[in-house]
Each structure stands twice: as C-alpha cells, then as structure tokens.
C-alpha cells in the first residue's frame, strides 16, 4: 500500500514538475481541437408530415382500384428517395447552383441520399425528414436549404400520386391498345391460315369441325343409333305377334252358324288364351291350334257372307306398318353413319401428315384467340380503372405539418465537442509531463531511490530558497495560475458564442 502511495507522489511530483509543459500541450490540443470544431458546419433538419387517404366508396362499388392504392403508395414512399427524383430535388434547390459537371452531380445525388428520409409513421401517415449542412454556406442558408429540400420532396410526392397517375395510365392504355392491335394481325393471320386449308382439304372439315371431333360425333351418334334400332326391331316383332294372333274380320252380317263362325271363335279364343300369357306350349294354346287348323279346311269349303272385317286387326296392321318404316329408316342412318366412320378412317389413315396440320392450325387459332380475348378484357378493366380515378381522384392529399423551419442545428453538438476538446487536452499536457517525467533518471521520493539502488538512504536534504527565489517561483505560479484560467476562459467564451450565435440562426 505505501508502494501505491509512493508512487502516485512520484507521478504528481513529476507532472506539477513539469507544468508548464503539460499546460502547453493542453494549450496546443485544444486550440487544435476547437478550431477543427468550428470548422464543422451546422447541420439543420427540416421536417413535414402528409396524409394520404385511401379510402374511396366508388372503387370499393365498382371493384376497380380496390387493394392497389396501398401498394402505390408504398411504391412512390420507396422511390421518392431515388437517384432521378433526388437530382429533381437538387436542381430545384440552391444546391444545384454550383453544380456544373455529372460527377458532382452524381456526389451530391449520393450526399443527399444519406441526408434524406421518407417514413411511415402510420397506415395513412408519412414523414419527410431532410438534413442539410455546408461550411461554404451560412447557417440562415443551410436551414432554407433544408426547408426546401422536405418541400420539393412534396411536390415530387404529389406528382408521383396525382399527376403521376394520369400519364401512367394513359401510357398503360395506349400500350394496351399496341399489344391489342398487334394481336389482331396475329389472329387474323391464323384464322386466314385456317380458312385457305380447310377449302384446300375439304375432305378433312366439315363445318369447321376437326376430323378426331366428327369420328367421336359419328361414333357417338352410331351408338345411340343401335339402341334405338334395336328398341324399334323389338316393338315391331311384338306388333307381328299381336297382328298374328288377332282374327282379320268378325262373324257379323253372315249367318250365326257354320265352320267360319266356328273358326271366328276358335280364333278369338286363342287371342284371349295368348293375351293372357299362355305359352305356344301350353296345353290349352295347342288345343286351340288344333281346332284351327281343322276349321279351316270346312270354312274354306263353306260359300256365303264371311262376316265384317276386325278393326283391331286393321289398327294392327297400320301401327306394324309405321314400326316397319322407323326401323328401316334407323337401319339407313346406320348405314350412312358407318359409311361416314370408314370414310374418315380412311382419310386418316392416307392422310396423317394433313390431319396433324389441321389440328395445329386450330390449337394455334385457339390460343391466338383466347389471347386476344383476355387481353381485351384487361384493357376494358384498364379504361374503366382511368375513368373511375379521373372522375373521382381516390387519393385525398393534405399536407398536415407544412416543412418546418429550422431554428438551431441537430449536429454537430458543438457545446459537448469543446467540452471533450478541453478534457483530451488537459489529459494530453499531463500524459505529456508524467512521459517525459519516466524517461529522466529523477527520484521524487527516498523511498524510490533506496528501492533503485537496493541500499538503505539515511535522508533527504531540503530545498531551501532565498527571498529572490521566493519572489520568482511565487511569480511564476502567478502566470501558471492566469495561463490556465486563460485556457478556461477561453473555453467559456466559445461555449457563450455558440449558444448566441444558435439563437440568432433565422
């Protein structure tokens, strides 16, 4: 502990030693740190706020519009700050008044950037912040500097939402109406294509359908063609077996009697047993048959009146008649049908390379026209968007807070740099005189010449002054004492001249 002690005597004792020299480092410092201080121009900051609404009651009816207004928004907030609308900003300012070749342009463009900020404080609320300092510049020059460059940024920020859109969408248009008028010619090219094969190969169009698509119709239509063949072949043959078993004339205006009126009713009452279902196997049919058949033989014998013709049997014969010729009509479709199927397969099957052209022609017809289509659709979507925001302007701009006027600098803080100047410059003079203090072969204490020498030291004679002596050393810590009231004096009055001279700016 007393090592400790005897040393930190020896290092005061060696910088109050060497005074003078650590108070003109300190000196030296800080008439060096405060004129590199004033030199650093005054920053100011400039500050506006705009709203933007979004909310507008005739995109939200007609569906035009609604969920892109905050996406454009968001797309003017990130280009605001680009390099085009910063040159804007430049050469619309006093900055640009000294600009003459692309470099500095392109320097200042770069300075700018850092200097400028667009902010979303919320949904429908921005922030425009500009900071702007030049030593070549007064401090009155630098804020209307600052001031213009947040109100240029509104303006740049109004014609980017306002204006902006207009010619955007009036540009949007007539490249539309470009692409538009140069897909025609393209589908009018193909549908010309198209027209010339199908008259050079009539045999493979008809009705401009495909030759797969009219075999799929033909086979579709043959299918149903043989089921209903096949129903009209069933209802004839049931007609024949009704016609069959129904007697052509009843016994009537002829005698009661005799093998025919014997025949008639053998006849109906065979009808009556197969109307009831009875098989040709059935015991009862068979005796009817049989009894028939010998009937006949004595009434083809017999002369006189037959009776009056049935009229069932005649309704019969008309109902087989048109059954007859539904079927054979059926049956000529079918024909024809099948006739068209082999004659298509035919045509594939000489003809591929034509088949496949065809084919190619109509899927790039189709694609050229669904094409077209759509992007007539966007373009109508597109005129009706222009029409609603030029009727009814969705975005409602008001500049809240106007570009404030900068009335003290944001930077540098001055008052603290001097502060930090003074202290590096005091730590400098005494870091100087205890340096120079450990290079010189001095004791300061007994205590650190016994530990050099490794010998015991039986005392240490006292440094006496006369009256001269006295007056001189007594007058030189007089100076000592005015030199370091002078430095602080000095630091007092640039701290009184800063704070003046920040209250006078504007």
Known sequence: MNNIYDELRSAIFSVWHRRWLALGVAWSVCLLGWLVVALVPNTYESKARIFVQLDDALSEV????????????????QTLTSAINLEKVIRSTAIGDEITSPKQMEA???????????????????????E????????????????????????????????????????SLAFMDQQLGQRQKELEAAEQKRLAFEAANPDLIQGGAGALQRLEAARSEMRGIDADLAAAQSALAAI???????????????????????????????????????????????????????????AAS???????????????????????ASVQALMARRAALQSDISRITTAQISNPELAAEHQRI??????????????????????????????HNAVKFEVIDPPT????????????????????GLGAGIGAAFAIGQLRSTFATTARLERALGLPVLGAITHTL??????????????????????????????VAEIIQVRTVG
């Open 108 to 130: 200042a463009v770069l300075g700018l950037a850092k200097n400028v900020k667009v902010e979303s404080e919320k949904d429908n609320l921005f922030a425009i912040t500009a």
């Open 132 to 171: 702007f300092g030049d030593g070549a510049r007064s401090d009155a020059e630098n804020a209307k500097i600052a001031q213009d460059i947040v109100q240029k940024m509104i303006d740049i920020f109004r014609e980017e939402n306002l204006a902006g859109n207009r010619g955007e969408m009036t540009q």
């Open 405 to 424: 006027t900068p009335r003290a600098p944001v930077a540098p803080n001055r008052p603290l740099l001097l502060l930090a100047v003074l202290v590096v």
């Open 302 to 324: 017999e002369t006189g009146p037959t009776g009056i013709p049935n009229p069932a049997y005649s309704s019969l014969q008309s109902i087989r008649a048109e059954r007859q």
């Open 62 to 77: 007609t569906g035009v519009g609604v969920g892109n207004r905050k996406r454009d928004i968001d797309r003017v907030q």
């Open 362 to 391: 109509n899927r790039d017809y189709d694609v050229l026209k669904q094409q077209y289509d759509k992007l007539l659709q966007d373009r109508e979507e597109l005129r009706l968007r222009g029409q609603v925001e030029t009727e």
């Open 240 to 298: 024949n077996g009704q016609l069959a078993g129904t007697p052509q004339t009843l016994p009537g205006m002829g005698p009661q009697g005799g093998a025919r009126g014997a025949l008639a009713e053998a006849q109906a009452m065979l009808a009556g047993l197969r109307a009831r279902g009875l098989t040709e196997n059935h015991p009862d049919v068979i005796a009817a048959k049989n009894q028939i058949n010998l009937l006949r033989g004595a």
């Open 466 to 495: 006369n009256d001269q002596a006295r007056l001189l050393r007594k007058r030189r810590m007089k100076q000592f004492y005015m030199a370091s009231a002078a430095l602080g004096g000095i630091f007092m009055l640039l701290q």
